[in-house]
């Protein structure tokens, strides 16, 4: 089991978006007739788009909870989601695999262990009278130990701020309040991280010259650009054994350095690169390395052209889903300082195809102006400075479409 641990550790070396998916909240409610037996703690678990307000316009299992999140004593309780794979079990009652999340917005803390936690205030006394949103995970990023039709358990518990988890379960169930369970079908076309084991290297180093090209799509190699692919590949050898570590350190050293010649040289041929990568890369990988390529893309303060090009090219070739992974650079856009003004930002940017008919686009380019007119007040300068770009640059691309 711990190597299975440790696999799901270093498969993934994801970056932010936290922002992006964060929980809609409700408002829990004090009433002296309250008890467990009237209100017992209720998990929920429904498949589709999740609120508006949340910002997601991707199919997500929306957890929602109702009933007591009650405390004897204390005033605040800690919440926590954990996600285990139980298709292999006797009993579905007891504890399943870890689930991996293909996003750190949704994973344990140093790790990639699918689990979200939150705090809650609470009392002898609180629940929620009707269902409220935990949270809504994307599908795309729950990924089980194989592939397949799997049977995926969603655990919510209630429980003390001081209990903590670790590989997918409770470290010490002393502090638990409340617990409720659903158990969910669930169908995984791509290779789970346990099937992964055997490409395992072979993607991450296909990875790497992924970066290397993407880094150098503007022109030059960037050292803040190089600092964050060596950053990702240092994170892979964190939690292996000492020996493992070293033999994958001294690899990397000698493969990030042949890689950049390679790349600044362009010596890389991008098109056999992706196929190669496309034939071994489950679609977790796929998003791991799209998202350390829009790291690299954000990590010298400016997209250019190129870079948006170049991303936008990847994403598709790699089959991941568009709008998950539009989601996704807009967060990177709404931190750069710059903008390359040279030249527009190619329509795909805001999910534009040339099989659309103006019609279809106008529809597009009306939300993605309303989304980013709404980040103009932003109290973050950076963010507010960016969203008048996009906004100016949106306005531009309706009156090009408009009839």
């Known amino acids: 089991m711990e190597g299975i641990v440790i696999w799901i550790v270093v498969i993934i070396g994801w970056a932010l978006l936290k922002g992006v998916f964060s929980a809609v909240t409700g408002s829990g409610g004090d009433n002296s007739s309250s ?174 010259k992924l970066g290397m090209c993407m880094a150098a799509a503007d022109g030059h190699l960037d050292q803040k650009e190089l600092n964050t692919i060596k950053t990702w590949a240092k994170n892979l050898t964190g939690l292996l054994d000492e020996d493992k570590a070293v033999e994958r350190n001294k690899h990397f050293s000698k493969f990030l350095k042949s890689s950049s010649i390679a790349a600044k040289t362009n010596k890389i041929s991008l098109s056999n690169l992706v196929k190669d990568f496309n034939d071994v890369a489950s679609k977790s990988q796929k998003y791991t390395a799209m998202q350390l390529l829009l790291d690299i893309s954000g990590a010298d303060g400016t997209l250019s052209k190129e870079e948006d090009v170049f991303i936008n090219k990847i994403a598709k070739t790699t089959g991941i889903n568009l709008s998950t992974f539009k989601e996704m650079k807009n967060k990177i856009i709404a931190n750069v300082d710059n903008l390359d003004s040279s030249e527009k930002p190619s329509e795909e940017s805001f999910g534009l ?36 770009e996009m906004v100016k640059i949106i306005a531009d691309l309706r009156k090009q479409y408009s009839s």
Not at 96 to 103: F, K, M
Not at 146 to 170: M, P, Q, Y
Not at 360 to 387: C, F, P, S
Request: net charge negative; charged share 30%; with cysteine.
């Open 35 to 208: 008890s467990v037996e009237a209100n017992p703690f209720t998990v929920k678990v429904k498949k589709g788009l999740p609120p508006k307000d949340t910002g997601l316009t991707v199919d997500c299992y929306n957890v929602e909870m109702t009933g007591m999140i009650s405390h004897p004593t204390d005033d605040q309780v800690k919440i926590i989601l954990l996600v285990q794979d139980v298709t292999d079990n006797d009993n579905e009652s007891d504890a399943g695999t870890p689930v991996v999340s293909a996003h750190e917005a949704f994973a344990e803390k140093g790790s990639r262990v699918l689990g979200v936690e939150r705090v809650y205030e609470s009392s002898s006394r609180t629940y929620y009278p009707d269902w409220t949103l935990f949270v809504p995970v994307p599908v795309d990023f729950i990924v089980p130990p194989h592939k397949g039709k799997r049977r995926i358990k969603f655990l919510l518990c209630v429980a003390d701020t001081g209990t903590t988890v670790e590989r997918g379960g409770l470290t010490d169930t002393s502090g638990l309040q409340h617990i409720s369970t659903e158990v969910i079908n669930f169908t995984f076309k791509e290779p789970g991280y346990m099937d992964e084991l055997v490409n395992k290297e072979k993607v991450e180093d296909l990875t790497i």
């Open 353 to 388: 195809t040339e099989d659309m008919d103006d019609a279809e686009k106008m529809k597009i380019l009306r939300k993605e102006y309303t989304k980013w007119n709404g980040q103009t007040n932003h109290k973050d300068v950076k963010k507010k400075k960016r969203a008048k």
